[in-house]
């Protein structure tokens, strides 16, 4: 009998804490979000020095007075992975241009991961590590991928929040050298 007894206690507290949670969650339905993506377009880009695979450091005053694109990754990210391919064409594309510095941030992989990854993909984009997430937070990401293109003033004019094709990032270099169109 006392077995049966605590037994509808813990369903009636089980089911009075899941119709409290829904009554928050249904409260929250026609809200405002709380974190808005884009947080830096328009503005200047985040100050940055990070780690570059294979030793040596990138700074902001690096990239200044350069284009600049960025993208945050992780080699264990599948929508990374599928724009991997496009990544690396639009590096190749445009790994002679004086004007342009192509910069991918690594958020929170292991060095050994992304050697292994870079040996196999041979992608032209500097690769840098950010691993207490400075960067990513300075740029105000919500994880991965999400590319930035930067104007050589230094103001931040473009960014996807997801993966990008080399189409989108042609579009986003065109922005940042000072053609953007719709």
């Given at each position: 009998m006392k077995v049966r007894h605590r037994a509808?206690?813990?369903?009636l507290t089980i089911g009075l804490a899941v119709a409290i949670?829904?009554?928050i969650l249904a409260s929250q339905v026609n809200n405002e979000p709380t974190y808005k993506g884009g947080v830096v377009l328009g503005k200047p880009a985040p100050t940055v020095s990070l780690e570059k695979l294979g030793g040596g450091t990138v700074t902001s005053s690096d990239l200044a007075g350069k284009v600049v694109m960025v993208n945050f990754w992780n080699?264990?990210?599948?929508?990374?992975?599928?724009?991997?391919?496009?990544?690396?064409?639009?590096?190749?594309?445009?790994?002679?241009?004086?004007?342009?510095?192509?910069?991918?941030?690594?958020?929170?992989?292991?060095k050994g991961a992304v050697a292994s990854w870079?040996?196999?993909?041979?992608?032209?984009?500097?690769?840098?590590?950010?691993?207490?997430?400075?960067?990513?937070?300075?740029?105000?990401?919500?994880?991965?991928?999400?590319t930035y293109?930067?104007?050589?003033?230094?103001?931040?004019?473009?960014?996807?929040?997801?993966?990008?094709?080399?189409?989108?990032?042609?579009?986003?270099?065109?922005?940042?050298?000072?053609?953007?169109q719709g």
């Open positions: 509808r206690w813990v369903a949670f829904g009554v080699t264990w990210c599948i929508p990374c992975q599928s724009e991997a391919g496009a990544i690396a064409d639009f590096g190749r594309t445009h790994e002679n241009d004086p004007d342009l510095v192509m910069l991918s941030v690594v958020r929170d992989d292991t870079q040996k196999a993909h041979q992608s032209p984009w500097t690769i840098a590590f950010d691993p207490q997430s400075r960067a990513a937070i300075d740029f105000g990401t919500t994880g991965q991928p999400e293109a930067i104007a050589a003033d230094g103001t931040v004019v473009a960014s996807q929040l997801s993966a990008v094709s080399t189409a989108n990032l042609e579009k986003m270099l065109a922005c940042a050298r000072g053609s953007c």
